[in-house]
T-cell receptor, first 114, second 112 residues
Framework: SAVISQKPSRDICQRGTSLTIQCQVD?????MFWYRQQPGQSLTLIAT?????????ESGFVIDKFPISRPNLTFSTLTVSNMSPEDSSIYLC???????????FGEGSRLTVL | GQNIDQPTEMTATEGAIVQINCTYQ??????LFWYQQHAGEAPTFLSY????GLEEKGRFSSFLSRSKGYSYLLLKELQMKDSASYLC?????????????FGTGTRLKVLA
């Protein structure tokens, strides 16, 4: 399957600031998915990002807080805006393999908000 | 909406067999996936079921019953390295595009 490079791998951020996470895929993919994984929890889908259209957000997530870009078929960014300690989490980007359609993931970005 | 439930924690002994269950409720079911996640790492794909029945891949097998909204992952000949979280995920096509919803996850501890 394709490989996703995600950065930053971790960061410590101040309350009120914003941070952008980048994901680069080594092949063209139609759909990319952004997940959040809070400590000790499973993965929660934030939004689905298709190239050329606005991202589709899940209940509880809004574009103003988590703006997403998808400028081409190999790249996407997620910004966590106006961060608070409750945003401390691991953020994962993923895409779908062309075989069975299983997801493959970037390495994750562990954000700590002070 | 979707509900995907798994037991929170399980403990088993090295060499034994363990079954991790997953129950789901979703309107647009289009496949069920199992992932393994070691602490500090991203999830990795284990198995996939879209039709009823058992899929076997080495020490790992996964079963699906669509009518019951039920799946399980079976791990045989447990090894210490199998200590990890196991996540089931349902692919849902309700919205017209696929999205993948993860269950609550099961932390498995394998004891010597």
């Amino acid at each position: 399957s394709a490989v996703i490079s995600q950065k930053p791998s971790r960061d410590i951020c101040q309350r009120g600031t914003s941070l952008t996470i980048q994901c680069q895929v080594d092949s063209q993919v139609t759909m990319m998915f952004w997940y959040r994984q809070q400590p000790g929890q499973s993965l929660t889908l934030i939004a689905t990002a298709n190239q050329g259209s606005e991202a589709t957000y899940e209940s509880g997530f809004v574009i103003d807080k988590f703006p997403i870009s998808r400028p081409n078929l190999t790249f996407s960014t997620l910004t966590v805006s106006n961060m608070s300690p409750e945003d401390s989490s691991i953020y994962l980007c993923s895409s779908r393999d062309r075989g069975n359609g299983e997801l493959f993931f970037g390495e994750g970005s562990r954000l700590t908000v002070l | 909406g979707q509900n995907i439930d798994q037991p929170t924690e399980m403990t088993a002994t090295e060499g034994a067999i363990v079954q991790i269950n997953c129950t789901y409720q979703t309107s647009g079911f289009n496949g069920l996936f199992w992932y393994q996640q070691h602490a500090g790492e991203a999830p990795t794909f284990l198995s996939y079921n879209v039709l009823d029945g058992l899929e076997e891949k080495g020490r790992f097998s996964s079963f699906l019953s669509r009518s019951k909204g039920y799946s399980y992952l079976l791990l045989k000949e447990l090894q210490m390295k199998d200590s990890a979280s196991y996540l089931c995920a349902v692919r849902d096509g309700t919205s017209g595009t696929y999205k993948y919803i993860f269950g609550t996850g099961t932390r498995l501890k394998v004891l010597a």
